[in-house]
């Protein structure tokens, strides 16, 4: 029937390759994960341009008592989570090509990089409220509600990860390789708002 | 309104409104103005509801003519062109709004505007600030010591800058008889110019929802002649009169040990409070409450011994005062003119 | 078409009822995943609403009848009309026009047999039901919000409204905003991949073009709004400082964001009402929209350009002259695409043959009303004017109009013009236009003095007036307008419920209508289209040669996708074949994961942060069990 594929029974490595292969335009999988990202994206820009009006609305940002942060661990960390969207992109590949073991693989390592990103974040947003609090001042409110909502966002990414990881020990099924491109785009969405986000939060030092 | 203008409105109040309008007059009507600058906002009204009367009805009056002619296809005489039903559309809906929405920006925006926005630093006479509270006006006169609340007098055709401030929640100072709104914002001063073409008396209110009693939180501006003005203004800046009968000099006892000097300000007193209105010289206002009821004996003993029935919910509490004491604080009160 | 179908039809039409067979009782529609159901569902949700909401209005009216009037208290006021604007905006326009119109026409328009993400669907239904409980419960335990429907602060901050009222808001509003960002999402999935075949983007009707521009406006102006009231609540429970001005924060930061999320909202409201006007217009005056390209391209910018103008409700702020010139210039630029439309559509009915039924009576009164409206809103665009009427009764008078005159319009044509297709019987003619006079007369008698009133200077939000201003008359006219805009809408539900025992039955097309869902039977079935329909114009059911080939397609058991829950994918722009897709028939995931979030929120309402999150644990997993079924496990 005009050769269109029934993709739902593509329910192996290779019948999914080849139904990706047919297939002419994006998936609605791939075009909702985009639409997500680009509602996600309006919210980190509304906080970051919210960042911005706060600060040119300020005498002294930060204000006085509070040090300008430090520059080269943040720029490092995301450095490496910016580079974590090449396995990630890898991933996609190896699906799209039926290689269910290096796509496992990819996008394991991107986890674990990621998760250690995380982690290391973590510490150093429980330091920096160690030494000034989003109580004190809306310089701090803003600083910790951007880092915050970014690193929620990292969680989530992480989340969907595991999610996948675990469905392919299962194997390659159409539904699953449009879950891996999704996700993929998920995660390129977050490594570039980490470069936004960084660079924001660093800019009195910059 | 002079003669012309007043013959204007109504004439096209009644072509328009078919009788349903009231007159256009009224104590805080924005289409009786006394200002250069409302007065402008209202012309300016008139003419848009010229044009906006003719589109309406020209609207209005092709879909009565569909239905009139509501057996035949197309249009009279060009029939069913479909290039006339595209030119209509681009015509009316494109070419010309652009030409009319142009002309009403330049006028409007450019023209209009320079006369409402704050007045230029240096362009004004005097200067009265106004700090609005929850639910009432706090008037000052910088310069001098006068302090008052709810009751602004200005020398009438004089620039005056009204500098509109606020502590608590957004407020908008509004006399629209004078000039448009202008909002209170806390963090923020902004500026609007005063100039009464007459003296008379402007009803004002806040224009932006602040709480429970937003509803009576007005204010009266008068615009005196200039000799009343300063006699007004000297008045204002003298401490209270000190009371002179043993019933007031009681009541002025009873206002110190009650909670009302917490709240209220009486220069002359040790009374210091800056919750509620400076009381120095509340006998002179012609209102109370935020103008929400006139000045004389018996509703100033109903604002002061029941305020809650007065204005629900505002910041005054009842008082618990032996009918003497009561007797003796209004005698003082009436007494501080 | 035929009604009879021959055997060999018959045989393809059973086996897609059984394939599509929706399950019964009250699992079947806690479970359902069918968009026309879920329409169903909206459509009722929202006009319980939308009868909470005109009690909130009536209560209102009933209050400032006369001056003093002592029906409400100052505090009950504040809740009535802040839940008024909340529910009216929040849990009545939007749901009922993109829940339960979008979501039961689209797909039928597009030749679709069901939503792209049907589970998703459900969903947002969920959340939008549980969002809309959310904030009542609050009216209900006394703590309604009661900072007006734009909360400003700092007078909804804790130190001025310390109770829960605010927080009931801020979090019922975000949970409802994750409902509409879904749907929207949905929708513009949908109608870029699931057109039938052949209906490549300029054959696509045009109210799938207003419902495309709203989704995406969606996607774009929710997140100011949910981060304007996370903000607020991280200042009120967290003790943060974003709108303090003491500690650096700014009260004007939530004007600036609560409006980008404002304005757009505001063409988000009004652009379904232009979609089913143009639907109802084309069958109704037997003629197709003139100027098609330049009103498809007029809804688009309507919902683009909407997001550049929203300093126009700060005007009165006190911002640099600059930036107030450039928001009143660009205001005025709307006015283009809007005269648009409106031409065309007085072009088209004045050049057509118009019946003058209910649905286009309701359409005319749309016209009228978004004219009235449309022409005030010009005058705010001029900076002084809006500086003197700005927060009185005539920008009252202007949203009314324009909100309700304008955007309700369309939506009580839209229910008499579809009660037909979704209930297989007629209204009842003669009753329908008398509920369109009253409703009409209702609406202009309630609202048309407010214009007066505000010029005399009342302000809004104000629970009573002084009897000596010359508001007494205007005010008492208004509230009997109301009496008889109320009898008004009681009257079309009443049409319309008894016409849904005691209606003449009708066929597929009664009107004679221009688009695809009419050529489905009254009500459609489950599986809509028996066959993907060939589509060659925006005008489908006037194509009569490509109903007659789909008749012929039915008979040979062509394109008839009966081997499981199908229906087609195209390419986005020339709707070329792409794949076949099985779609998700019932689950009880979309409820489940709405309880989830419903716990998450109720959590964060309390303050119990830690119980917060282990039900966000329970959402991920609820979410994680979600997409372990797969689509070929249907």
């Given at each position: 029937m005009n050769g269109v594929t029934r993709s739902s029974e593509a329910t192996s490595a290779i019948a999914a390759a080849y139904a990706e292969r047919r297939r002419r335009a994006m998936p609605s999988g791939v075009w909702g994960v985009a639409l997500l990202v680009a509602t996600e994206a309006a919210l980190f820009g509304t906080v970051l341009a919210s960042y911005y009006y706060l600060r040119f609305d300020a005498a002294r940002w930060p204000p006085a008592g509070i040090e300008p942060p430090d520059v080269a661990l943040p720029l490092a960390l995301t450095g490496a989570l910016v580079l974590t969207s090449v396995p990630v992109l890898l991933a996609t590949v190896a699906a799209r090509r039926a290689q269910v073991g290096s796509a496992r693989g990819l996008l394991l390592l991107a986890l674990l990089v990621q998760a250690g990103y995380l982690a290391v974040q973590i510490l150093l947003f429980k330091r920096d409220l160690g030494v000034f609090?989003?109580?004190?001042t809306a310089y701090g409110s803003i600083y910790f509600t951007l880092l915050g909502l970014h690193h929620l966002h990292v969680v989530v990414g992480l989340l969907l990860e595991l999610g996948l990881l675990v469905k392919l020990l299962g194997g390659l099924t159409n539904y699953r390789v449009i879950g891996v491109r999704a996700v993929a785009i998920y995660w390129y969405f977050v490594n570039f708002m980490a470069v936004l986000v960084v660079l924001t939060q660093l800019s009195p030092s910059l | 309104m002079s003669a012309q203008s007043r013959a204007r409105s109504l004439l096209v109040a009644g072509l328009v409104l078919g009788g349903g309008l009231?007159?256009?007059?009224?104590?805080?009507?924005?289409?009786?103005?006394?200002s250069g600058q409302s007065r402008a906002i209202a012309d300016l009204w008139w003419w848009m509801l010229i044009a906006a009367t003719i589109v309406f009805l020209g609207a209005v009056g092709l879909l009565l003519l569909a239905w009139v002619r509501r057996?035949?296809?197309?249009?009279?005489?060009?029939?069913?062109s479909e290039r006339v039903s595209v030119g209509l559309v681009l015509t009316f809906g494109i070419f010309i709004p652009i030409v009319s929405l142009i002309a009403l920006f330049v006028v409007a925006n450019l023209s209009v505007a320079e006369g409402t926005?704050?007045?230029?630093?240096?362009?004004?006479s005097m200067t009265v600030e106004v700090v609005a509270r929850q639910w009432f006006w706090e008037v000052h006169y910088p310069g001098t010591g006068a302090v008052t609340a709810n009751e602004i007098h200005i020398p009438a055709r004089t620039r005056v800058n009204l500098v509109a401030k606020t502590d608590d929640v957004i407020h908008s100072f509004w006399v629209p008889r004078l000039n448009r709104k202008i909002d209170m914002i806390p963090g923020r001063t902004n500026r609007i110019l005063l100039d009464a073409d007459r003296p008379g008396r402007y009803r004002g209110q806040?224009?932006?929802?602040?709480?429970?009693q937003h509803a009576h939180m007005g204010f009266v501006v008068f615009a005196d002649p200039p000799g009343r003005f300063r006699a007004w203004l000297a008045g204002q800046e003298?401490?209270?009169?000190?009371?002179?009968?043993p019933e007031r000099k009681r009541g002025e006892r009873v206002f110190l040990d009650e909670a009302c000097s917490g709240c209220h300000t009486i220069r002359?007193?040790?009374?210091?409070?800056?919750?509620?209105?400076?009381?120095?010289?509340?006998?002179?206002?012609?209102?109370l409450a935020g103008n929400t009821i006139p000045n004389d004996g018996r509703y100033l003993r109903q604002w002061v011994l029941d305020p809650q029935h007065v204005k629900?919910?505002?910041k005054m509490p009842a008082l618990d005062l032996s009918k003497a004491e009561a007797r003796d604080l209004l005698d003082y009160l009436e007494s501080l003119r | 078409m035929a009604t009879v179908a021959t055997p060999a039809a018959q045989r393809h039409l059973d086996r897609l009822e059984r394939i599509w067979a929706e399950r019964e009782g009250l699992t079947g529609w806690l479970t359902t995943t069918d968009h026309k159901r879920i329409g169903l569902l909206y459509l009722f949700a929202s006009l319980a609403f939308f009868a909470a909401g005109g009690v909130e209005a009536l209560l209102i009216r009933t209050q400032l009848l006369?001056?003093?009037?002592?029906?409400?208290?100052p505090d009950a006021y504040n809740e009535v009309f802040t839940m008024h604007g909340v529910t009216m905006v929040f849990l009545f326009v939007i749901p009922i026009s993109i829940g339960a119109f979008g979501n039961y026409l689209v797909p039928l328009m597009i030749g679709a047999?069901?939503?792209?993400?049907p589970r998703m669907n459900a969903l947002s239904f969920w959340l939008f039901l549980g969002s809309g409980l959310f904030m009542y419960v609050g009216l209900f335990l006394g703590?309604?919000?009661?900072?007006?429907?734009?909360?400003?602060v700092p007078l909804a901050s804790k130190q001025f409204t310390p109770s829960s009222g605010i927080d009931f808001y801020a979090l019922g509003l975000i949970f409802n905003g994750v409902s509409t960002t879904a749907a929207s999402i949905n929708f513009i999935v949908t109608i870029f991949?699931?057109?039938?075949?052949?209906?490549?983007l300029n054959r696509m009707p045009l109210f799938c073009y207003a419902f495309l521009a709203v989704s995406f406006a969606l996607v774009f102006a929710l997140p100011p709004l949910t981060a304007a009231l996370s903000f607020l609540e991280l200042d009120r429970r967290?003790?943060?400082?974003?709108?303090?001005?003491?500690?650096?924060?700014?009260?004007?930061l939530w004007q600036h964001l609560f409006w980008i999320f404002g304005h757009p909202e505001v063409y988000i409201i009004i652009l379904p009402a232009f979609g089913i006007a143009t639907s109802i217009i084309p069958t109704f005056v037997r003629r197709k929209m003139v100027a098609f390209p330049l009103v498809a391209l007029a809804e688009i910018l309507v919902a683009f350009i909407?997001?550049?103008?929203?300093a126009h409700h700060m005007?009165?702020?006190?911002?640099a002259t600059i930036t107030t010139i450039y928001f009143a210039a660009a205001s005025l630029i709307i006015v283009i695409p809007s005269g648009i439309q409106l031409f065309a559509w007085i072009t088209t009915i004045f050049t057509g043959t118009p019946r003058f039924k209910t649905p286009l009576l309701f359409i005319l009164g749309f016209i009228v009303f978004f004219i009235m409206g449309g022409l005030t809103g010009i005058m705010f665009a001029a900076i002084p004017f809006d500086q003197q009427t700005t927060d009185t009764y005539f920008v009252v008078a202007h949203f009314h109009f324009v909100?309700?005159?304008?955007?309700v319009f369309p939506i009580l044509g839209g229910f008499y013009y579809w009660f037909p297709k979704v209930t297989g019987r007629m209204y009842h003619e003669g009753v329908g236009k008398l509920s369109f006079w009253l409703t009409f007369a209702g609406t202009a008698v309630t609202f048309f003095p407010m214009h007066i009133v505000g010029l005399l200077g009342m302000p809004r939000r104000q629970y009573t007036y002084p009897?000596?201003?010359?508001?007494s008359f205007l005010n008492f006219l208004e509230s009997i307008g109301s009496y008889v805009l109320g009898a008004g809408l009681v009257l079309i539900v009443a049409n319309l419920a008894v016409s849904l025992l005691r209606g003449e039955r009708v066929g597929n097309d009664p009107w004679g209508?221009?688009?695809?869902?009419?050529?489905?039977t009254s009500p459609p079935?489950?599986?809509?289209?028996p066959v993907i329909p060939r589509v060659t114009s925006p005008y489908a059911m006037w194509d009569r040669d490509d109903r007659q080939a789909d008749a012929r397609r039915l008979e040979r058991g062509e394109?008839?996708?009966?081997?499981?829950?199908e229906t087609p994918a195209s390419t986005?722009?020339?709707?070329?074949w792409d794949e076949i897709l099985e779609m998700p028939s019932h689950s009880w995931m979309p409820v489940l994961l709405a309880a989830a979030l419903a716990a998450v929120f109720t959590m964060l309402l309390l303050g119990h942060w830690v119980t917060a999150g282990a039900f966000s644990a329970v959402a991920a997993l609820v979410l994680f069990g979600w997409h372990m079924q797969e689509p070929q496990e249907a």
């Amino acid at each position: 029937m005009n050769g269109v594929t029934r993709s739902s029974e593509a329910t192996s490595a290779i019948a999914a390759a080849y139904a990706e292969r047919r297939r002419r335009a994006m998936p609605s999988g791939v075009w909702g994960v985009a639409l997500l990202v680009a509602t996600e994206a309006a919210l980190f820009g509304t906080v970051l341009a919210s960042y911005y009006y706060l600060r040119f609305d300020a005498a002294r940002w930060p204000p006085a008592g509070i040090e300008p942060p430090d520059v080269a661990l943040p720029l490092a960390l995301t450095g490496a989570l910016v580079l974590t969207s090449v396995p990630v992109l890898l991933a996609t590949v190896a699906a799209r090509r039926a290689q269910v073991g290096s796509a496992r693989g990819l996008l394991l390592l991107a986890l674990l990089v990621q998760a250690g990103y995380l982690a290391v974040q973590i510490l150093l947003f429980k330091r920096d409220l160690g030494v000034f609090s989003p109580r004190d001042t809306a310089y701090g409110s803003i600083y910790f509600t951007l880092l915050g909502l970014h690193h929620l966002h990292v969680v989530v990414g992480l989340l969907l990860e595991l999610g996948l990881l675990v469905k392919l020990l299962g194997g390659l099924t159409n539904y699953r390789v449009i879950g891996v491109r999704a996700v993929a785009i998920y995660w390129y969405f977050v490594n570039f708002m980490a470069v936004l986000v960084v660079l924001t939060q660093l800019s009195p030092s910059l | 309104m002079s003669a012309q203008s007043r013959a204007r409105s109504l004439l096209v109040a009644g072509l328009v409104l078919g009788g349903g309008l009231v007159g256009c007059g009224g104590d805080q009507s924005a289409l009786d103005p006394e200002s250069g600058q409302s007065r402008a906002i209202a012309d300016l009204w008139w003419w848009m509801l010229i044009a906006a009367t003719i589109v309406f009805l020209g609207a209005v009056g092709l879909l009565l003519l569909a239905w009139v002619r509501r057996g035949s296809e197309g249009f009279p005489f060009f029939g069913k062109s479909e290039r006339v039903s595209v030119g209509l559309v681009l015509t009316f809906g494109i070419f010309i709004p652009i030409v009319s929405l142009i002309a009403l920006f330049v006028v409007a925006n450019l023209s209009v505007a320079e006369g409402t926005d704050a007045p230029e630093k240096g362009s004004t006479s005097m200067t009265v600030e106004v700090v609005a509270r929850q639910w009432f006006w706090e008037v000052h006169y910088p310069g001098t010591g006068a302090v008052t609340a709810n009751e602004i007098h200005i020398p009438a055709r004089t620039r005056v800058n009204l500098v509109a401030k606020t502590d608590d929640v957004i407020h908008s100072f509004w006399v629209p008889r004078l000039n448009r709104k202008i909002d209170m914002i806390p963090g923020r001063t902004n500026r609007i110019l005063l100039d009464a073409d007459r003296p008379g008396r402007y009803r004002g209110q806040c224009a932006e929802f602040c709480g429970l009693q937003h509803a009576h939180m007005g204010f009266v501006v008068f615009a005196d002649p200039p000799g009343r003005f300063r006699a007004w203004l000297a008045g204002q800046e003298r401490d209270r009169r000190a009371p002179t009968t043993p019933e007031r000099k009681r009541g002025e006892r009873v206002f110190l040990d009650e909670a009302c000097s917490g709240c209220h300000t009486i220069r002359g007193t040790s009374a210091a409070g800056r919750v509620g209105p400076d009381l120095t010289h509340v006998a002179s206002r012609t209102t109370l409450a935020g103008n929400t009821i006139p000045n004389d004996g018996r509703y100033l003993r109903q604002w002061v011994l029941d305020p809650q029935h007065v204005k629900p919910g505002n910041k005054m509490p009842a008082l618990d005062l032996s009918k003497a004491e009561a007797r003796d604080l209004l005698d003082y009160l009436e007494s501080l003119r | 078409m035929a009604t009879v179908a021959t055997p060999a039809a018959q045989r393809h039409l059973d086996r897609l009822e059984r394939i599509w067979a929706e399950r019964e009782g009250l699992t079947g529609w806690l479970t359902t995943t069918d968009h026309k159901r879920i329409g169903l569902l909206y459509l009722f949700a929202s006009l319980a609403f939308f009868a909470a909401g005109g009690v909130e209005a009536l209560l209102i009216r009933t209050q400032l009848l006369v001056p003093n009037a002592g029906v409400l208290s100052p505090d009950a006021y504040n809740e009535v009309f802040t839940m008024h604007g909340v529910t009216m905006v929040f849990l009545f326009v939007i749901p009922i026009s993109i829940g339960a119109f979008g979501n039961y026409l689209v797909p039928l328009m597009i030749g679709a047999r069901d939503m792209a993400f049907p589970r998703m669907n459900a969903l947002s239904f969920w959340l939008f039901l549980g969002s809309g409980l959310f904030m009542y419960v609050g009216l209900f335990l006394g703590n309604g919000p009661d900072a007006g429907w734009f909360d400003y602060v700092p007078l909804a901050s804790k130190q001025f409204t310390p109770s829960s009222g605010i927080d009931f808001y801020a979090l019922g509003l975000i949970f409802n905003g994750v409902s509409t960002t879904a749907a929207s999402i949905n929708f513009i999935v949908t109608i870029f991949k699931l057109r039938a075949p052949g209906m490549s983007l300029n054959r696509m009707p045009l109210f799938c073009y207003a419902f495309l521009a709203v989704s995406f406006a969606l996607v774009f102006a929710l997140p100011p709004l949910t981060a304007a009231l996370s903000f607020l609540e991280l200042d009120r429970r967290l003790g943060f400082h974003f709108y303090d001005v003491a500690s650096g924060g700014d009260p004007l930061l939530w004007q600036h964001l609560f409006w980008i999320f404002g304005h757009p909202e505001v063409y988000i409201i009004i652009l379904p009402a232009f979609g089913i006007a143009t639907s109802i217009i084309p069958t109704f005056v037997r003629r197709k929209m003139v100027a098609f390209p330049l009103v498809a391209l007029a809804e688009i910018l309507v919902a683009f350009i909407g997001f550049g103008v929203w300093a126009h409700h700060m005007f009165a702020v006190g911002l640099a002259t600059i930036t107030t010139i450039y928001f009143a210039a660009a205001s005025l630029i709307i006015v283009i695409p809007s005269g648009i439309q409106l031409f065309a559509w007085i072009t088209t009915i004045f050049t057509g043959t118009p019946r003058f039924k209910t649905p286009l009576l309701f359409i005319l009164g749309f016209i009228v009303f978004f004219i009235m409206g449309g022409l005030t809103g010009i005058m705010f665009a001029a900076i002084p004017f809006d500086q003197q009427t700005t927060d009185t009764y005539f920008v009252v008078a202007h949203f009314h109009f324009v909100i309700f005159g304008a955007a309700v319009f369309p939506i009580l044509g839209g229910f008499y013009y579809w009660f037909p297709k979704v209930t297989g019987r007629m209204y009842h003619e003669g009753v329908g236009k008398l509920s369109f006079w009253l409703t009409f007369a209702g609406t202009a008698v309630t609202f048309f003095p407010m214009h007066i009133v505000g010029l005399l200077g009342m302000p809004r939000r104000q629970y009573t007036y002084p009897p000596d201003l010359g508001w007494s008359f205007l005010n008492f006219l208004e509230s009997i307008g109301s009496y008889v805009l109320g009898a008004g809408l009681v009257l079309i539900v009443a049409n319309l419920a008894v016409s849904l025992l005691r209606g003449e039955r009708v066929g597929n097309d009664p009107w004679g209508g221009d688009t695809l869902e009419w050529s489905a039977t009254s009500p459609p079935p489950a599986y809509n289209y028996p066959v993907i329909p060939r589509v060659t114009s925006p005008y489908a059911m006037w194509d009569r040669d490509d109903r007659q080939a789909d008749a012929r397609r039915l008979e040979r058991g062509e394109l008839t996708l009966e081997r499981g829950h199908e229906t087609p994918a195209s390419t986005v722009l020339d709707a070329e074949w792409d794949e076949i897709l099985e779609m998700p028939s019932h689950s009880w995931m979309p409820v489940l994961l709405a309880a989830a979030l419903a716990a998450v929120f109720t959590m964060l309402l309390l303050g119990h942060w830690v119980t917060a999150g282990a039900f966000s644990a329970v959402a991920a997993l609820v979410l994680f069990g979600w997409h372990m079924q797969e689509p070929q496990e249907a």
